[in-house]
């Protein structure tokens, strides 16, 4: 079988495998199968292989067409052999080999490529950073994990979870909602804070000074260097640079979710809270100058309101006034 002929019976194989064979083209296969020994070899080392690519082709991104593409390139540049005799040898070093055992070769090779190809793209991942600017935004993670992110707030994270943990690096406040995969803790660099879970929701609000975790549902690890607290839902950690240890307290209000659900939720919420979190979402500085009510509770829900609006509701419950200077807002007792 001379080198032209060889190229044809691999493109009618591949029709075949392809199921694109016509009634004439498995004709001529099945005359060429009954040809010899060899070519019943080479015919199922050639399906062999191409399944195994298939198989990886369709677990992986890689590009089909640019691995096929190889993959006849790499059989077309070989260079031509000396003699090759009807049933398919060839003369190599002193040694007759028989012809499909070169072909074999030639299409491992080939399948060698796939794979190196393959392995780039199961063994690299690159840093992605999501950055929320004026507003907030949400993203998902490589492993299905959904993160709320609130304005002026990052993310960073690898392209791919590789390994035996799942790290992300959090800039600022985001509410995440973790796929479970007890295998693969989701692990969050907060500052001095490192935050470890399996599949939970949760709430991070972190900067140079504090970081302070959230849980919402599920079982969260909040450690600093090597100490650490257990959280349950409804609890919070407190870290912060003075002390060595994260501090545990009980969460007595929902107010953390504003930047998701729009809303500020009081029940019995002391107006210092409350200032303390519009100031946050609204970035300005509300002050309260009469001391006597910052503890004053406040039961209300203020929906996609403008600060305007809230602080009219407010002065109006507790029988104050407000002054702004830029972005301070002082609240007076009248």
């Known amino acids: 079988m001379n080198k032209q002929n060889e190229h044809i019976i691999d493109d009618l194989l591949v029709k075949q495998l392809l199921g694109e064979a016509t009634h004439h083209d498995l004709k001529v296969i099945e005359d060429w199968l009954q040809n010899s020994e060899g070519n019943k070899k080479y015919y199922s080392d050639f399906r062999l292989i191409w399944e195994q690519s298939k198989q990886l082709v369709q677990t992986t991104t890689v590009d089909e067409q ?42 491992a090779a080939a399948l060698l490529v796939l794979l ?43 392209s791919r979870f590789l390994g035996k943990t799942r790290n992300v690096t959090l800039k600022g406040e985001a509410f995440f909602i973790v796929t479970p995969n007890k295998n693969k803790p989701f692990i969050i660099d907060a500052n001095e804070a490192v935050v470890k879970v399996v599949g939970t929701s949760f709430n991070v609000k972190t900067n140079a000074a504090r970081t302070e975790v959230i849980v919402e549902t599920g079982i969260v690890e909040v450690s600093k260097v090597n100490k650490g607290v257990t959280l349950k839902p409804q609890q919070k950690a407190i870290v912060t640079k003075d002390k060595t240890v994260p501090v545990l307290e009980q969460n007595t209000d929902e107010l953390y979710n504003y930047y998701r659900t729009k809303e500020f939720v009081c029940n019995a919420t002391p107006l210092c809270r409350l200032t303390d979190v519009l100031s946050d979402a609204f970035d300005v500085n509300i002050v309260i100058a009469d001391e006597r009510i910052r503890n004053m509770p406040i039961t209300t829900v203020f929906h996609n309101e403008p600060i305007e609006n809230i602080l009219d509701v407010i002065c109006a419950t507790f029988n104050l006034r407000s002054v702004r200077n830029g972005n301070e807002i002082k609240l007076y007792s009248k």
Request: hydrophobic share 40%; no cysteine.
């Open 66 to 107: 640019a691995a096929w593409n190889k993959f006849v390139n790499r059989i077309n540049n070989e260079p031509a052999s000396d003699t090759i005799s009807n049933d398919i040898n060839v003369q190599a070093s002193g040694r007759v080999i028989p012809f499909y055992r070169t072909t074999w070769m030639r299409l």
């Open 116 to 158: 190196g190809s393959a392995w780039m793209v199961f063994n690299f991942s690159w840093q992605v950073t999501r950055q929320a600017n004026e507003v907030a935004v949400t993203e998902t993670l490589p492993d299905g994990s959904v993160v709320a992110l609130n304005r002026n707030s990052s993310v960073s994270y690898p």
